[in-house]
């Protein structure tokens, strides 16, 4: 039955979805250590349980132990044992932004600037195709999404970021970029979308979303993909700063800023 | 107005008609059998529960759709009932919806093909819970009363793949307390449509009612995009306006020259173009 399980928090979703490749145990750690940060599991939630985890993620259960300890370590997850036991969120906010901080602090320039052309050649070919295949209602639904964004908050931001981009790649009919829009979001989207904490960052998005909206209204495939890909643009561009300032003020002596 | 169609292509329109009628036939089989289950004289006689149960009435609805998804040359892909919210005692948002072996959404590599149950979020609490009766396939046929074809779409949360869901609503004294539908795959649909629609000699092309593309004899009109005709999104209102779609079954000629086919009361359309100069 279509998008019932929740289309509405498919960046949610995307948390339980299969992995693969080595280093699972790391893969799986990353994943929830990302939502939590994110904000997309939130404080006091209840994650699946090891058997249930480790059968949505395609893991063996002793992976998915291995990653669950691994984030009680970390000090993102409680376990409380008894009937109403389990493993619980906890969304500290100094805890979230220093992860997150050490992520971006890991990851190099090239692999960000990859990671932006990446992501750019499929949303921004979804937009483009999008563009030219929207219904009235595909576009109703689109301005609905962007209506509803809680752009208070870094984590409604970015959670309105992944339902519209997700929704134009549903749009664009095409079931493999609807599979990698997805798989993109969970590997990469907490750290992409993680300017969306400053108000400035928020508005930019918003904007750049309504550009788009405007583009499908208007059937301009190309304006589409050029506020896609300049929106995505400019959230490296924003890593990449905010790498430099995390760099210097790290080694204030190594130099920082010209 | 007159328009001159080929007799050949009433006959193909009719053909894709029959080809999913059964389907239809098989789904308003299966709201009988649910309406009969949920009021009057045999009510509770499949469940034995007097009042609607998700509990009980689940075993009722695998019964009633797993042959059909056990079959191998069947359409569908997925099937099931979806609860109206608050109809069942114990279960306020229900979907009782089963996914066909062929369908490996959400289960690892190594799983066994079997027929499956859809696990969907049915706490509204939930941050994943998703309000179902705002979807296409619930408000339509909840606006109308009657049922209704929604697609192709990409179907990323359940099949994960094309796809056309066709539904119906499923009432007790007269209130729609639910509706039963069917998955298919659009790819499945065009593999056995394609060869009936190529018979017409014509470039020629099933749209649905939004005049998004199905499958097409013509290599440049890719199934998913709008085919962009002059004329084609008015001849196209009535299949979408109409409460029953059956009352829409005269041929349209469009101003470009092109003659829009209804099929039957599937609520799609072909589209032939002039043949081609040779």
Excluded at chain 1, 97 to 111: F, N
Excluded at chain 1, 203 to 222: F, G, K, M, T
Excluded at chain 2, 101 to 128: C, H, I, K, M
């Amino acid at each position: 039955m279509p998008q019932a399980t929740g289309r509405a928090d498919a960046t949610r979703a995307v948390v339980f979805s299969p992995l693969d490749g080595a280093g699972r145990a790391e893969l799986v750690e990353q994943r929830l250590t990302d939502a939590i940060v994110a904000g997309v599991l939130r404080d006091g939630e209840r994650l699946p349980s090891e058997s249930e985890l480790a059968r949505s993620l395609g893991v063996a259960v002793v992976t998915a132990r291995e990653a669950l300890v691994a984030l009680r370590d970390k000090g993102l997850v409680l376990t409380r044992r008894g009937r109403d036991g389990g493993s619980f969120v906890t969304h500290d906010r100094d805890t979230s932004m220093r992860m997150i901080d050490e992520r971006l602090r890991a990851v190099s320039r090239i692999e960000l600037r990859d990671l932006s052309l990446h992501y750019s050649a499929i949303a921004g070919m979804a937009a483009e195709v999008a563009a030219d295949r929207a219904s009235d209602d595909d576009l109703a639904s689109l301005v609905e999404i962007d209506a509803r964004a809680d752009l208070a908050t870094p984590g409604g931001a970015r959670r309105a970021v992944g339902r519209f981009q997700l929704e134009i790649a549903a749009v664009s009919q095409s079931p493999r970029l609807v599979h990698e829009e997805l798989r993109l979001q969970a590997e990469a989207g907490p750290l992409l979308w993680l300017g969306l904490r400053e108000e400035d960052s928020r508005d930019r998005s918003h904007r750049a979303r309504l550009d788009v909206i405007q583009a499908i209204r208007d059937v301009q495939p190309e304006h589409a993909r050029r506020a896609t890909t300049e929106h995505i643009a400019s959230a490296v561009e924003w890593l990449i700063d905010e790498k430099v300032r995390l760099e210097t003020a790290r080694h204030p002596t190594e130099g920082g800023r010209p | 107005m007159t328009v001159t169609v080929d007799l050949a292509a009433e006959h193909i329109a009719r053909r894709i008609a029959s080809t999913i009628d059964p389907v239809f036939t098989m789904i308003d089989g299966w709201r009988d059998v649910l309406e009969a289950e949920l009021a009057g004289p045999v009510a509770g006689a499949l469940s034995g529960s007097p009042e609607p149960r998700a509990a009980s009435l689940d075993p009722v609805v695998a019964a009633l759709v797993s042959v059909e998804l056990e079959r191998s040359a069947s359409l569908v892909n997925g099937a099931g009932f979806v609860a109206a919210p608050g109809f069942l005692a114990d279960a306020p948002w229900h979907l009782a919806w089963w996914l066909s072996g062929s369908n490996t959404f959400g289960v690892g590599p190594d799983a066994a093909s079997t027929l499956r149950r859809l696990e969907a979020v049915s706490d509204p609490d939930a941050d994943q819970f998703r309000d179902y009766t705002t979807l296409e396939w619930w408000r339509v046929p909840a606006r109308t009363g009657t049922r209704h074809l929604t697609g192709p779409y990409v179907d990323y949360l359940c099949t994960d793949d094309y796809t056309v869901t066709i539904t119906t609503p499923v009432r007790v004294d007269g209130e729609m307390v639910g509706l039963v539908g069917t998955d298919m795959y659009v790819a499945r649909l065009e593999q056995v449509l394609l060869p009936v629609i190529r018979e017409s000699g014509h470039p020629c092309t099933l749209v649905n009612a939004s005049g998004r593309i199905v499958a097409s004899t013509d290599a440049r009109r890719a199934t998913g995009a709008l085919l962009r005709l002059e004329g084609l999104a008015d001849a196209l209102t009535p299949l979408r306006e109409e409460a029953d779609a059956a009352t829409v079954t005269d041929a349209a000629a469009l101003p470009g020259g092109a003659t829009l086919v209804p099929c039957g009361d599937t609520s799609l359309a072909l589209v032939l173009e002039a043949a081609p100069v040779e």
